[in-house]
């Protein structure tokens, strides 16, 4: 499953903006993919910032499995493969990987480069809230740019850990609620959030209900994990733009290129606090030995 900013899409929402109908949700993501395939394909090829930052996602997550060394053959299962791209690598690597999506318009982009790549690759369609294998079969999962599209990322990170053995692995991105283009723009500020709410009501203009991506606090995100049975093994934060003012574009686009490549190796380096300021966050974590 690819990133998306907003479906456009009119549902019913409960509290805290869940959506009361979960399976209309799914619907409507998996709509969406199976005709934007080739879109999300182009995103990892272009120049703009937006492709820049999703190759450094997917760069990150590869480089952390391959410092894993884990054993020839090792099973691997990445969740929303999308195009196929994460999930050709890996098998390029020398992993024995299943890669899934809920769209079959997604999983034959994958099949079709992975057999461009010419490398094994096994396809299923599946649901990241109900995963159709076995628990512990998986020494690896990998899952990029797909929880902040599940009606219930927890359902999912619950599977994921039953399907990793003990000691396996798991690679996994959220949107991050602290991004530093969010804090700087009033329009997006979550701590403004309830300052705009008033406003609108005020104003006679309610929030109109609609399908938006989940956002969570890196801390928040780290202790839902740590609650399923991981524990978190590495961190980083990816991808500083491009930066708004009141929801429209506040610089050129080569120089937010510029601008995100800075911030982003100060963020590295872990200074100025921007460590856990980057759009995405991406966790390395493993799963507790039995009675760990």
């Known amino acids: 499953m690819a990133d998306k900013r907003w479906l456009g899409a009119t549902v019913a929402t409960g509290r805290r903006g869940e959506t ?6 799914q619907s409507t993501v998996d709509t969406w993919f199976d005709t934007h395939t080739q879109t999300w394909l182009s995103v990892y090829e272009g120049e703009d910032l937006s492709s820049v930052i999703y190759r450094a996602r997917r760069d990150l997550a590869l480089a952390w499995v391959n410092d894993l060394h884990l054993p020839a053959a090792a099973t691997a299962l990445e969740l929303g493969c999308g195009a196929g791209l994460t999930s050709t690598a890996l098998a390029a690597g020398g992993l ?5 999506d809920r769209t079959i318009g997604m999983l034959l982009e994958a099949r079709r480069q992975a057999d461009d790549s010419r490398v094994g690759l096994d396809i299923a369609q599946v ?9 512990a079969a998986f020494e690896l999962v ?8 599940l009606h219930s990322p927890r359902m999912a990170l619950v599977e ?19 991004r530093l283009v969010h ?8 701590l ?17 209900p609609g399908l938006r991506h989940k956002l969570h606090w890196p801390r928040e995100f780290n202790s839902e994990l740590e609650s399923v049975g991981f524990e978190c093994v590495m961190t980083a934060s990816i991808g500083f733009g491009p930066f708004t003012l009141l929801g429209q574009h506040a610089l050129r686009a080569m120089w937010g290129l510029e601008l995100h490549r800075r911030l982003q190796q100060l963020a590295d380096q872990h200074r100025f606090g921007l460590r856990c300021a980057g759009s995405q966050y991406v966790v390395l974590a493993r799963k507790r030995e039995a009675g760990g």
Request: proline fraction near 8%; charge should be positive; aromatic fraction near 6%.
């Open 183 to 190: 804090l700087l723009d009033p329009r997006f500020n979550p």
């Open 160 to 178: 994921c850990a039953r399907v990793v053995r003990p000691g396996g692995y798991l690679v996994v991105s959220a949107d991050n609620r602290a």
């Open 142 to 149: 990998v899952a990029l740019g797909v929880v902040p599209w």
């Open 96 to 100: 024995s990987v299943i890669a899934t």
């Open 192 to 208: 403004l959030a309830g300052t705009r709410q008033r406003a609108r009501s005020l104003l006679g203009r309610p929030t109109a």
């Open 127 to 135: 649901d990241a809230h109900a995963l159709a294998f076995s628990a």
């Open 20 to 25: 009361t109908d979960p399976d209309a949700v």
